[in-house]
């Protein structure tokens, strides 16, 4: 039973101690191997045995944890959805017409109108992977119009 998520995101599951000891009883391994198997170790939490102790676990009670970026999320009475996120993007929403404005370290970066859900968690993903590169290749019309011809989109 594997559980996909972002690559970028640090993932584990939650469970007590007795179920780790229990783990190491039923599979016949040392408390570090359970402990790699419930936090995804890349080098030795990757497995078959790893595998079907997360499994064990997560049919026991255990419960996977994503580790995500903390992102403040405000509501103001005007209507708006204001984001914040830790590289300095921030998405603004207006409620009522679903207008939708990006902007990095300060800087309009692009608008949308009528944003459905589905399109405001893009934007919400690609604007908390924002750089400054990106923020140059949108701000200056020389390296825009360069990028759109690498991409093939029009600009």
């Excluded at 190491?24 to 936090?39: D, S």
């Excluded at 993007?89 to 990006?102: P, S």
């Excluded at 934007?123 to 690498?150: F, G, N």
Aim: charged share 30%; with cysteine; net charge neutral.
């Amino acid at each position: 039973m594997e559980i996909k998520t972002e690559q970028n995101m640090k993932k584990r599951i939650d469970t007590t101690k007795e179920m780790r000891q229990k783990a190491m009883k039923v599979f016949h391994v040392t408390e570090q191997t359970v402990f790699n198997a419930i936090c995804f170790d890349s080098k030795r939490g990757d497995t078959d045995k790893a595998k079907r102790i997360r499994s064990y676990i997560l049919q026991n009670g255990g419960v996977v944890m994503v580790e995500l970026p903390e992102v403040e999320t405000i509501h103001d009475a005007e209507g708006m959805m204001r984001q914040y996120f830790p590289n300095g993007g921030m998405v603004e929403v207006n409620k009522m017409t679903g207008d939708l404005v990006a902007y990095y370290k300060g800087a309009e970066m692009f608008s949308k109108e009528n944003v459905s859900i589905r399109q405001l968690a893009e934007v919400q993903d690609i604007i908390s992977l924002w750089t400054q590169r990106d923020a140059d290749i949108m701000t200056t019309p020389e390296l825009y119009k360069k990028h759109c011809r690498l991409a093939g989109v029009e600009s």
